[in-house]
């Protein structure tokens, strides 16, 4: 009996900072190589000559498998557990197949054709195969915090942990792709081809090392057993879809993921095309970006958190997408060096909107342990879905070449809108959705220790 309330109490304790780090390090992999997905793909695809719809087409097929993907082994994960295997076999199949998503057109080889059609459907099934390892590994460790913990405030560190590796994520592959398109100037198409591939095999690397710290510095989570001891039955989806909380909290952050991902994908064609910066711009505003968002991540771990601060901490990040979305959508040319300081002021939304909306799912699932994977895969099932539709539409219709942009047609671009409008229309129904929230704290006592023990 001493034994369980011991266990009961470690269970709810705030977390030691080596867990926290064990733990944060564990999405490298899927994080380096998803900015490099968001960042670059459309770069890339465009680059070798493929047409934009057809570019759009190939990040659709991804978006899709890997939502369906976070659908059915969020099932999975409720049924037997074993995150830990998810995620390590998710990881090996990010590592194997990331490679060929940057690289020559295995089905134009083998067949011996250059068709756009042919090219789409090849980059297409290896984008599907890499997202499918990518969602595994997503859902398992996302899920993964309510296992480890029923503290509140070390679950939002947890999170916050996380995002700040993200941003280390993001700062290396821009580190990584400087050094390499700095390295060489491309002269042909298979130029091109090894650039990007040398920074897809750069970027796995790094992540792999991660991946490995993860795997051994952090313990299988209990999920059979939850706090005072008590058995969990597995909970069924209607249970979540009886709840208002679930649906509020699933468009705040399918619209937070619209907000960095759509963003994301656009800023290169913005930077260069939009506001003609410098080509080193491609890799300078985005580590602005990230610089503060990783500072932001930090910050935020020193906060107790409660459901009300999670709602304002939101809410503010939203406000500064808000104002960044119109001066991206006004900014002339010739005040381009302004960028930098709205990507200052986009890091900081990012990070505000990031820690908190993701948090959010955690203060839903509270203490239902054995329904937590569902919640994680079905909010990213939205997710990707959401996203591959909306940059579909927008990278169909729109045009990417600079001879054609002119002054009154660049004021107006599509990538102006896809960084500007549609990340400022996602945070402002974000605020107020956020606003209509009923967040309570799932530890029955209030949480008054520190973040970290």
């Known amino acids: 009996m001493v034994d369980g309330m011991e266990d009961d109490d470690a269970f709810t304790k705030p977390l030691g900072r080596q867990a926290v780090f064990y733990y944060g390090v564990g999405h490298m992999l899927n994080d380096i190589t998803s900015a490099c997905w968001f960042t670059y793909l459309l770069v890339f695809l465009t680059d070798i000559g493929l047409p934009s719809r057809d570019a759009a087409t190939v990040m659709l097929s991804g978006q899709i498998a890997d939502g369906f993907t976070t659908i059915f082994a969020g099932e999975l994960i409720d049924r037997f557990g074993h995150f830990k295997i998810w995620h390590g076999a998710g990881s090996i199949l990010v590592a194997v197949s990331f490679s060929s998503v940057f690289g020559s057109c295995l089905p134009c080889k083998i067949f011996g054709s250059n068709s756009s059609t042919l090219q789409t459907v090849g980059y297409s099934m290896f ?6 390892g990518w969602a595994a590994t997503q859902v398992s460790h996302m899920s993964m915090v309510n296992c480890i913990t029923l503290n509140s405030t070390s679950r ?50 790094i992540g792999c090392c991660f991946v490995a710290i993860f795997l051994l510095g952090t313990k299988e989570p209990r999920l059979k057993k939850g706090a005072h001891g008590k058995g969990y039955a597995r909970i069924l989806w209607s249970h979540w879809f009886r709840k208002v909380l679930y649906y509020q909290v699933a468009l705040v952050y399918v619209l937070t993921r619209l907000v960095t991902n759509v963003s994301q994908a656009f800023l290169a064609f913005y930077v260069i095309n939009d506001l003609q910066m410098s080509q080193s711009s491609k890799a300078l505003v985005p580590a602005i970006i990230y610089i503060c968002s990783f500072i932001v991540s930090i910050i935020l771990q020193e906060f107790t958190w409660s459901g009300q601060r999670l709602k304002a901490f939101y ?139």
């Open 315 to 453: 809410s503010a990040g939203g406000i500064l997408w808000i104002i960044c979305g119109a001066g991206i959508l006004f900014l002339p040319r010739n005040m381009n060096a302004f960028m930098y300081i709205l990507s200052i002021i986009i890091g900081i939304a990012n990070a505000l909107m990031m820690v908190t909306g993701v948090s959010m799912q955690s203060f839903l699932v509270g203490e239902d342990l054995h329904g937590c994977a569902f919640v994680y895969g079905s909010l990213s099932f939205l997710d990707k879905i959401s996203c591959g539709l909306a940059l579909f539409v927008l990278e169909s219709y729109g045009n990417s070449s600079p001879d054609l942009q002119g002054s009154v047609i660049s004021r107006f671009s599509v990538s102006r809108y896809g960084l500007g409008v549609v990340p400022a229309v996602c945070a402002l129904v974000g605020v107020v959705v956020t606003y209509t929230m009923n967040l309570h704290t799932p530890v029955p006592k209030p949480i008054m220790e520190p973040l970290l023990a």
């Open 127 to 132: 984008a599907a195969i890499f997202n499918v």
């Open 156 to 205: 939002v560190v947890l999170a916050s942990c996380r995002n700040a590796f993200t941003m280390v994520a993001n700062l290396s592959l821009y580190a990584v792709a400087f050094v390499v398109f700095n390295s060489s100037k491309p002269h042909t198409l298979v130029d091109i081809e090894n650039q990007y591939r040398w920074i897809a095999y750069l970027s796995i690397a």
